[in-house]
């Protein structure tokens, strides 16, 4: 199938509201066609977008009218292991530039949006509810903190909503309740806030399968995510300390704390990346799912694309 390299066709809108609710298969939407997704779909390359300009190391995306939105950190200083713990703390704060790049269709930069405030320059995975763009910027080590911002998609007004005593990798605002659901460093615990910040739940991630990187909200109180983990390789394939990328993509359920449905995504990026390595964002077109995600870093092979993925899944009867 030819790839395509021109501007990015999505929906208008975004893809957090193109989801029906869906709690069988019967209903449709993005939850319900997933739960069909198996080990064996195929899923085809059918779109890249290179961005033209610095990207650093991308985090997040998502896609509100004709814009996207791109989170990404600048690293200055890269953070050290410690020894031995020091407090709360296994590794230095590092420094750093926290990004949210405002991008068009083209892959033109329109805005940067520069976050953060002192060790707290980590972006993460973001979400779009219609409205605003939500952001979480952490320090980048864990048991740290973090700031959630809030972007209006239109002006681009940048809203400081709450600070948070942990690092937050990654955020979505759950469409049935209207709270934020984020989860920890490696996604190892998910936490539910009200708009002003207050705790309201906090549980263990049920799956040990992938670290999840960047989220979307779904109808009737679930997510979806995708995200990555590296795994031991057998030393003959590169040495003791050798690792692979493992890819995929998760169906949770925010209201019950439940993994629904999880499947492994192993299709790799020009860089080499596993594609579900951080952005990631998808929609459902009938019995089709379309999405998106772009792992490479700017400085890696050829910048970072956003490329675009197709599955058909069984129709619904």
């Known amino acids: 199938m030819a790839v395509a390299a021109a501007s990015l066709a999505l929906v208008a809108g975004g893809v957090a509201t193109a989801a029906t609710a ?32 610095p990207t650093y190391h991308t985090e997040g995306i998502a896609f509100a009218g004709d814009l996207i939105f791109l989170s990404s950190v600048q690293i200055l200083e890269p953070t050290v292991k410690y020894p031995v713990p020091q407090g709360r703390y296994d590794r230095s704060p590092g420094k750093g530039i926290g990004h949210v790049f405002v991008i068009d269709r083209k892959g033109n930069l329109q805005k940067d949006i520069v976050l953060g405030e002192g060790d707290m320059y980590h972006p993460s995975g973001i979400d779009f509810d219609g409205t605003s763009v939500w952001v979480p910027v952490a320090e980048y080590r864990p048991n740290s903190a973090a700031i959630m911002y809030r972007i209006d998609a239109k002006t681009l007004e940048v809203h400081k909503q709450f600070t948070v005593d942990d690092h937050i990798g990654g955020v979505v605002r759950d469409q049935a309740t209207g709270h934020l659901v984020g989860q920890t460093w490696g996604s190892r615990r998910f936490v539910e806030w009200n708009l002003a910040g207050k705790q309201l739940a906090s549980w263990d991630n049920p799956g040990h399968f992938i670290d999840y990187q960047d989220c979307q909200s779904l109808p009737a109180h679930k997510m979806i995510c995708g995200g990555i983990t590296n795994l031991p390789q057998t030393p003959s394939a590169g040495g003791a300390t050798a690792t692979y990328e493992l890819g995929g993509i998760g169906l949770l359920d925010v209201h019950t704390h439940e993994l629904l449905h999880e499947v492994p995504f192993q299709q790799w990026s020009t860089a080499g990346h596993v594609a579900t390595r951080n952005p ?36 619904t009867q």
Not at 26 to 50: C, E, I
Not at 284 to 309: F, H, Q, S
């Open 280 to 315: 990631f964002k998808i929609k459902d077109d009938g019995n089709k799912l379309t999405m998106w995600v772009a792992p490479d870093n700017g400085d890696e092979g050829n910048g970072t694309e956003i490329l675009t993925y197709q599955a058909t899944v069984p129709a």
């Open 22 to 53: 869906a709690p069988s298969r019967p209903a449709g939407g993005v939850a319900s066609d997933f739960t069909a997704v198996t080990r064996g779909t195929a899923w085809n390359l059918v779109g890249k977008l290179q961005l033209k300009f």
